[in-house]
Every structure is written in C-alpha cells, then in structure tokens.
C-alpha cells in the first residue's frame, strides 16, 4: 500500500487507524451543529467572544473549532495580534442554519438511519432483525413529510441540478413537452428541468404528507401553474398518461411488484417517451459500492435490506416491455449510482 500523492509505503493496518478518527469526525458535525458554530462565525471571529456568545467553555470551543479546521470546514488565521475563526464557502453554504442549503437536519436524519444499530451490530447478527415500530419503517408516510423538508434544502445544494444535466442531455429532451417527476419528493429536480424548457410543464406525484411540501415549494418557486402535484399511492393511484419524459429517483424500493409497477409507467408515457431510473446497484454479490453497503446496513440488520442489484431494474423495465434500456454508472452527489434510461417505441 502506497500514498498515491507521495508513492511512499503505508502501514498495511491504515485503515483501521481511518476508521477510528470516522466517529471523531462525525462527533465534530453533531456538535458543531448543535452549537450553531457556522451560524456565529458569521458574526465572530475571536474564541473568546465567540465563547461568551454561545455560553461556552473557550478552551474546549477552541479545541472544536481547532477539529473543524482540521477537516478543512472552518480557517484558522494565526498572527501577532492573536488567533481568529471564519467560515469557509462549505460551512457557510451546508452547515449555515440560515442558509438555504443547510443540511443540518438531512444530517440528523439519516444519522438517526444509519447510525441507530450500531452499538448494538452484533447483537442483531446473534439474533437476528428485532420488530420495527410503525415510526421505525422507512415507508412511514410521516417520515416522508418530514425529509420532504430537508430534500428541499439538499436538492438546492446541488442535488437536483446534478439529475436535471443528466436529463437535459437526453437527445429526445428538446422535444419534450411534460414529464412526470414520480416520487419526487419536494419537485426540485421538476424544478430545475422546467428552469431550462419554459414550455414544458411537469406533474409531481408523491404520498399525500409530502404532496404537501411539493406544492409549498412549487409555489415559492413560481411553478404552481406549470406543476401539478398529485397525492397519493404510486402502487395504487393513478399518476396519469401522456408523458414524454417519467423520472424515478430512489424511491423504486416500494414498488410492490416492480415489473408490473413498471408496466405503468410505460403505459403512462407518450409513443417515444422515455423513462429515467436513478438508483443504485450493488456489485461483487452485494458488497459494493461502499457507501451504499455501508450506510444501509442499519437499516438492514432490521430487515429492511431493499437496495436494488446491479441490473435487476433494467431487466424488470425490459420485462414490462420498453423496447431498449442503456444504463450507465455515475458518479453521484449521492453516491455511485446506476442511470438507466428506457425508451417507449414510437409505434407502440
């Protein structure tokens, strides 16, 4: 093992030293949250005064701040008349409470997800899944209702514009008319698409708790009367017809039958029309990406292991009868994932 910046040798045990600064690090964020630090840097700059502000030990804050530069969120300045703190472009943009791309509560959230087993991991491979509470399950519509408002703020981060290129390059885009934003969320990706074709209108479809936060949102975005958004049940309602484009961004995992699900949606899309699945799709028997493995294996212990493989939804999307899929891995702001585009036929 080598330092790929250096070419110098590495201890071959590195990434168990790695991994015991990883909760560190996470430690360093739910603090610096909790105390609002990015929002006070904004105002001071001095330990001290900072100190008395918050009600804070200076020492240990400076010790946290000391942490935040460190991992290269917060800059230090040293000079003859003292110490000072500012935020960098990432704090003030992420970890800013006022900020409109705050992720603060995205943060809480899926730690809440993905950390809430792991004290007790080897319990749970002893025993097996336990009984998940209603509250627990990851189809708790009052859950979506919930992370509807934090997908708002993480779309606008940079989320949303990321999907939206990815469908503006589609060659069938320039022509399209309306699409279908299918279990999304608070609509920013409809958003952004829309924010590139002022002729084209869009319909929003999600559960009805989060309905709510979409037409919030559409609204403040001065789309109301270009985006319609439907309440419901995508397994049992109808999410209407004449589409030219349909998008699925990771919310296939409660399709009850995914093929017939997906016999659907191609029947909701105009002759031509295409389909859009942005999801992940693990490899190797399961065990990567990484990142995917590793951040739903929580909620896997429970029982609730719904991570798609690597081609099983372009199969199911042949299986409903689109004529062609192309996948092609990317690179995400949301990890690795697997883009698979399926086309209706013009004659059918």
């Not at 929003?204 to 419901?232: K, N, S, T």
């Not at 309602?237 to 093929?259: E, H, I, M, P, Q």
């Not at 949606?265 to 990142?291: D, I, Q």
Request: net charge negative; charged share 25%; hydrophobic share 45%.
């Amino acid at each position: 093992m080598t330092d790929p910046k250096t070419a110098q040798p590495l201890p071959p045990f590195l990434p168990i030293m790695q991994t015991l600064v990883a909760p560190v690090r996470m430690a360093v964020l739910r603090a610096a949250l909790e105390l609002d630090v990015a929002e006070l840097l904004e105002t001071h700059g001095e330990c001290d005064a900072m100190a008395r502000a918050m009600g804070a030990h200076p020492g240990n804050l400076r010790l946290l701040l000391d942490a935040l530069a460190a991992m290269d969120w917060v800059r230090k300045e040293v000079a003859e008349s003292g110490e000072s703190y500012a935020n960098t472009d990432f704090s003030r943009a992420f970890l800013r409470r006022s900020s409109d791309t705050y992720l603060g509560d995205m943060v809480a959230a899926l730690s809440g997800m993905e950390h809430r087993n792991l004290d007790r991991m080897a319990d749970l491979v002893r025993n097996g899944p336990p009984e998940v509470g209603e509250t627990g399950r990851l189809d708790d519509p009052e859950r979506w209702r919930a992370a509807a408002r934090y997908l708002a703020r993480y779309h606008r981060a940079g989320a949303a514009e990321w999907i939206a290129d990815r469908l503006a390059e589609l060659p069938e885009f320039p022509a399209m008319r309306r699409m279908l934003d299918l279990g999304g969320g608070p609509g920013g990706v409809c958003a952004r698409v829309l924010a590139r074709r002022p002729d084209m209108t869009g319909v929003l479809f999600d559960l009805a708790p989060v309905a709510e936060v979409g037409r919030e949102e559409m609204a403040a975005a001065g789309l109301a009367d270009r985006v319609q958004v439907i309440g419901g049940d995508y397994n049992a309602d109808d999410f209407g017809r004449g589409y030219d484009l349909v998008l699925s961004s990771l919310n296939l995992y409660y399709a009850k039958d995914l093929t017939a699900f997906l016999g659907r949606v191609r029947a909701a899309l105009n002759p031509g029309g295409v389909f859009v699945s942005l999801h992940e799709g693990l490899t190797h028997g399961r065990t990567a990406p990484a990142h995917h493995v590793l951040a739903r294996l929580s909620l896997a212990l429970e029982g609730q292991d719904v991570s798609f493989d690597q081609g099983v939804i372009a199969k199911a999307l042949l299986d409903a009868g689109f004529a062609r899929v192309h996948g092609r891995t990317h690179k995400t702001p949301m990890g690795v994932l697997e883009l698979d585009v399926a086309r209706r036929t013009a004659q059918a």
